[in-house]
């Protein structure tokens, strides 16, 4: 589940935090439980990002396709 706050983050301020979590679970030192609980919030930002990319995905396929259509109809005028 993600919180408000999760939603409110932009796509790059969600990339820099998980950056981060994923460097600290690298560098190692962490107990169990704080491993355990940096990887929960690094699953939960891959998600803000996700979201932010396949909305951003959808925005270019809608964009391509409406500029394909104008192709379309501009050379079926030219007939």
Same mark, same amino acid.
């Given at each position: 589940?993600?919180?408000?706050?999760?939603?409110?983050?932009?796509?790059?301020?969600?990339?820099?935090?998980?950056?981060?979590?994923?460097?600290?679970?690298? $560098?190692?030192?962490?107990?169990?439980?704080?491993?355990?609980?940096?990887?929960?919030?690094?699953?939960?930002?891959?998600?803000?990002?996700?979201?932010?990319?396949?909305? $951003?995905?959808?925005?270019?396929?809608?964009?391509?396709?409406?500029?394909?259509?104008?192709?379309?109809?501009?050379?079926?005028?030219?007939?």
């Amino acid at each position: 589940m993600s919180s408000k706050v999760d939603e409110a983050l932009g796509y790059e301020q969600a990339r820099d935090e998980l950056i981060e979590v994923v460097r600290r679970l690298e $560098a190692g030192g962490t107990t169990l439980e704080e491993s355990l609980a940096l990887w929960e919030r690094g699953e939960e930002l891959a998600k803000v990002c996700r979201r932010w990319l396949d909305g $951003a995905r959808a925005r270019l396929d809608a964009a391509l396709a409406e500029e394909e259509a104008e192709t379309e109809e501009g050379e079926d005028g030219d007939e």
